[in-house]
């Protein structure tokens, strides 16, 4: 195991100065390498049955360094040990056998993606904390553990800024029909928190599940009287944004204008905004709209299967009445409605909405 490791340190080093997407998967997964080859050793000390497998071995993943695309047909033809063993999160290979990384939560979906090829029982997620609570508790003292939810509300939670799991992690379960089960790290008698795959309550709709918050959002109104009773006109704006890869959260619409939500931490690197800095998406925009950016915007998601009683929409909105609100977006999805609010006043309304919707009066 020694002589492994040298031999992974020499070969990672000598590709420092290399300067590429592609060398940057090979030195970035350097610690995932040799922290997993710890842990083989330390657990073969204590006396377990454990054996180090590669993930690269099974992990296939496209070429798209950084960020790459696993392939879950691949991956199932992979014959998994019964017995106990140890690899990395996050790191996979070409088809050739070239290093990729799966990006931003790649660990835990590295571990969905085993869980699914093994058709596991449950998949069983280690954090910092034991659950997932009704918001964030850094930011929130007084939120809630959740003993157990479902896939829609963690799918949406992830999705509007629950850091606790990335989205990704929850298709292969999805597909699979395999429960997640939240524990900590630290405290892993706790019972956690568990992700149902289907509803089983029959009282389940009564229920609010939770708030999210994601700063750094940017509000982008597209404007033009070439809307009014025109056909197309959507379709050409979703073709320049698609061309350009720039993925939309929310969208609202009226006669003459659209406006979008942008989150800046999936529009590029060193949070570049496109709608400001590239030059050619304004020109192709500009040609038949007016075009306005809005910047420090929070978005603030009450997320739950009892959004749809009569009444609970209502008392959210007025609850939230004293604040400027520069979009809400219901409709879509019946488990969610996203609040647009200035970056200054998203404490005070996040803190509000979690007081009277779970503290004072749970719905």
Known sequence: MEEEVQSIILNKLSQVQIH????????????????????TAFLQKQGSDVTHIDARL???????????????DKIKTYDFPQSLFVTQGFVGATTDGVTTTLGRGGSDYSAALIAEAMNADELLIYTNVPGIYTSDPNHISSAQLIPELYFQEMAEMANFGAKILHPATLEPCVRSKIPIRILSTCEPEKAGTLVRVEETHADRGSHITAI?????????????????????????????????????????TSEVSIALTIDSTGIGSHDINPFIEDKDLLV?????????????????????????????????????EPYKVRLVCYGASNSSIGILVSEESADRVSHILHKQLFEDTHV
């Open 20 to 39: 590429n997407i592609q060398s940057m998967d090979n030195i970035i997964t350097l610690g995932e390498d040799l922290s997993s080859m710890i842990v």
């Open 212 to 252: 999210t918050m994601r700063a750094n959002q940017f509000l982008v109104t597209i404007k033009s009287l070439k809307m009014l009773n025109a056909y197309g006109f959507l379709a050409n704006i979703f073709s320049i944004l698609a061309h350009h890869k720039i993925s939309v959260d929310l969208i609202t």
């Open 284 to 320: 192709k925009l500009e040609q038949f709209s007016e075009i306005v950016v809005e910047g420090y915007l929070t978005l603030i998601a009450i997320i739950g299967g009892g959004l749809t009683i009569p009444g609970v929409i209502q008392k959210i909105l007025r609850i939230i």
């Open 58 to 72: 099974f992990m296939v993943t496209d070429d798209n360094y950084g960020k790459a695309a696993p392939q879950p």
